[in-house]
């Protein structure tokens, strides 16, 4: 009895820690919009990575490029979740999105692999991560694409094939984008 007395005291004193956190929230919009935004990592809803090297530069590529917070805000609007690892990519791509879906619960889990190497320069990289999750969301814009079969027909239909793999105009141009958009930062930053 004793053992059941705890429980139900402490599940009283979590839910009136909830309930005056949601108080406190609601009385500071401010605090609660820059909240909205999910950090990147392994608890992001939409985008998540366990690379370090990876989640600085998604950290900063979000933080320099009005683009890529777009790519961003999609995908945490999206029934996907986008796991970006450190990896290699058929044909020598420093990145890729693998032809590939899991679908756990009510979501489509995608993979990105970005090869790391050190001598390029990361504004590079955050354009290459932004093409690829750009790929992501051409995915995840049709519901009806739940199995790598599916995918493979959006891109056959869509894309084109360069290089061995597929590829469509528009990530190409968001991937420049991103690129544009963070040197444009950097050097602001650097006068």
């Known amino acids: 009895m004793a053992h ?43 985008v998540r990575t366990t690379s370090p090297a990876l989640a600085t530069l998604i950290r900063e590529a ?13 995908i945490e609007a999206s029934d996907g979740i986008v796991h970006v690892s450190e990896g290699k990519c058929r044909h020598g791509a420093r990145a890729c999105l693998p032809l590939t879906m899991t679908v756990a619960g009510p979501f489509r889990i995608l993979f990105i692999f970005v090869r790391i190497d050190t001598r390029r320069a990361d504004w590079d990289y955050m354009g290459s991560i932004g093409h690829e999750l750009y790929h992501a969301i051409e995915v995840l814009s049709d519901p009806r694409i739940t199995s790598s079969h ?42």
């Open 150 to 191: 599916a995918m493979v027909q959006l891109f056959t239909n869509e894309g084109r094939v360069v290089n061995g793999t597929f590829e469509t105009n528009a990530a190409v141009d968001t991937g420049s984008a991103v690129r544009v958009e963070v040197l444009e930062v950097l050097r602001a930053e650097s006068r």
């Open 62 to 74: 979000t933080e320099r490029s009005e683009t890529f917070r777009g790519l961003i805000d999609t």
């Open 4 to 46: 059941t007395t705890r429980i139900l005291v402490a599940g009283i004193a979590m839910a009136g820690a909830l309930v005056s956190a949601k108080q406190s929230e609601a009385a500071n919009p401010q605090a609660n919009a820059a909240a909205a935004r999910p950090a990147v990592g392994p608890t992001a809803a939409g």
